[in-house]
């Protein structure tokens, strides 16, 4: 294994672990208005991504008519749709239930992602790709909850399906701090517009100490570190590839239920991480169509252990 497929295969879990813990906190910023609380949450990770970008320095193209349309896009749905989604459905049914559904993120990204990329889906990650979502799956219990939850579930993992696919034909062209901080960017305005309309003057208001605390983790850990290694990873190791590791996002989601002291872990829940380390192993190892001249090659990946407990998702 090369050192680009092992710096992918940890940025990806990494990254994927740490928007984990975006259902659970959001739990505790649900009473703010979604709409200018997301908003505010994307401008600061903004200025973080565009200040890194200036002092980073370096050769930068400029983006190309092209490139701000799939940017507009991303934003609309990988970070707007997306993240208000997550919200929303936390008010309507069980985090389990929104982390359950997310969790088959990966199977979309394995069939959906090499045909973008002129590739064949690999069969291996496509089974892959199912034992991860099953793992997930059984790990978050299933959940439970009504319609409307249900279908805001869906609609977040149509976001974390763009969010993805929309950022493979930006990277090699603007790098992933870059794509980061412009999609970032972008959704604020869209967010602010969406608030106007949805609150009015109740967009905004001074969050309590706890949501302060929330969304400033949301901001810095969920939206700039995760984005940048999960971009990153993209890059090294093409979505479906990558896409493997979403399978951690309710396993993460439960292991924060553990840190919060919300829950504790049970038999189903190291029975779904054991699926999930499985899943991943066996996608990664598999070989695939090469994505340019250069043959594939098979990849290992070292399977780290994971807490496990029911709860949040």
């Known amino acids: 294994m090369n050192t680009s497929h092992r710096r992918g295969m940890a940025g990806a879990g990494a990254a994927m672990s740490l928007v984990g813990t975006l259902t659970a906190v959001s739990a505790t910023i649900s009473g703010y208005p979604v709409f200018g609380g997301q ?36 934003a609309a749905t990988g970070l707007v ?28 990204l394995a069939v959906v992602g090499p045909l973008l990329d002129g590739r064949r889906p690999a069969p291996a990650i496509i089974a892959a790709a199912c034992v991860v979502a099953a793992g997930a799956a059984l790990a978050n219990g299933f959940g439970g909850g009504g319609v409307r939850g249900l279908l805001f579930s869906l609609g977040a993992l149509a976001g974390e399906v763009g969010f993805s696919l929309l950022a493979v034909p930006l990277l090699p062209r603007l790098g992933p701090l870059r794509v980061s901080a412009y999609s970032a960017a972008l959704a604020v305005p869209m967010l602010l517009a969406a608030g106007l309309v949805a609150d009015g003057t109740a967009l905004l208001r001074v969050p309590t100490a706890g949501e302060l605390a929330g969304f400033a983790y949301l901001s810095i850990v969920v939206t700039t570190i995760a984005f940048l290694l999960w971009y990153d990873a993209i890059g090294r190791l093409g979505a479906d590839r990558a896409g493997l590791c979403a399978g951690l996002i ?30 991943v192993v066996v996608g990664l190892r598999a070989r695939v169509a090469p994505r340019g001249p250069a043959p594939a090659e098979p990849v290992t990946c070292e399977a780290a252990p994971i807490g496990i407990a029911r709860g949040s998702a």
């Open 39 to 74: 908003a505010a949450r994307y401008a600061a990770a903004a200025l973080v991504l565009l200040g890194v970008a200036r002092l980073a320095g370096g050769p930068a193209r400029r983006p190309s008519a092209r490139d701000w349309l799939l940017l507009t896009a991303l």
């Open 81 to 108: 749709a997306f993240n208000v989604c997550v919200v929303l459905a936390t008010r309507d049914t069980s985090p389990a239930t929104v982390g359950t559904v997310i969790a088959t993120v990966p199977i979309v």
């Open 250 to 279: 309710p396993i993460s989601a439960v292991v924060t239920t553990v840190v919060l002291g919300i829950d504790r872990p049970g038999p189903a829940d190291l029975a779904g991480a054991a699926l999930v380390a499985a899943g």
